[in-house]
């Protein structure tokens, strides 16, 4: 499933920093990888199951060292992917989509989005504490957050009522 758009040249990787983005989806999480300078080193596409999620990191880590990592959705379709990089010890940031404007002049893609969260990622622009679950049982290894906050709250709650209301529509369907 993994597709490049552009081969990760593989010169001096034990120097070089990256800086991943990912746009997450239900069914695929698509990253993207930029240098310190901001230049594109490729993307792909991987499955949204634990070996996909191994997978996309070990592809980041091919690169060179992971610096930090912007993810759409971190509290919904991308927690696993939030989960598999704070273990390993890679900041994730939420990252916020790119604005309409700006999507209506560089066009929307995949891609595109994955490479826009790895910009923001790189300049610290339009980023947060990830909001991604607790594990089962409230477990929070590898999981950092700032000064007085916890990993739990509206935005939890809300994901969880909506996760809840979701599941009982689809049962009573």
């Known amino acids: 499933m993994t597709s490049m758009t552009s081969s990760i040249p593989t010169a001096s990787l034990v120097h070089r920093l990256v800086f ?28 949204t199951t634990q070996a ?36 390993a010890g890679i900041e994730v940031v939420e990252v916020n989509r ?12 995949d891609a595109l989005d994955a490479a826009a969260a ?13 909001k991604f679950p607790r594990r089962p049982g409230g477990s929070t290894a590898g999981i950092t957050a700032g000064p007085g906050l916890s990993g739990e709250g509206p935005q939890q709650s809300l994901a969880a009522d909506r996760s809840a209301a979701g599941d009982r529509a689809r049962a009573a369907a």
């Open 20 to 47: 991943g983005g990912i746009d997450t989806h239900k069914d695929i999480n698509v990253a993207a990888l930029l240098d310190r300078d901001g230049g594109l080193l490729g993307s792909a596409s991987f499955p």
């Open 52 to 87: 996909g999620y191994q997978r996309l990191q070990d592809w980041m880590g091919s690169a060179g060292t992971v610096a930090r990592v912007g993810v759409e959705g971190t509290g919904s379709y991308g927690a696993g992917i939030c989960r598999q990089l704070s273990t």
């Open 98 to 109: 790119p604005d309409r404007s700006q999507r209506r002049r560089r066009g929307k893609s």
């Open 118 to 130: 790895a910009e923001a990622a790189r300049i610290g622009h339009r980023s947060a504490i990830p």
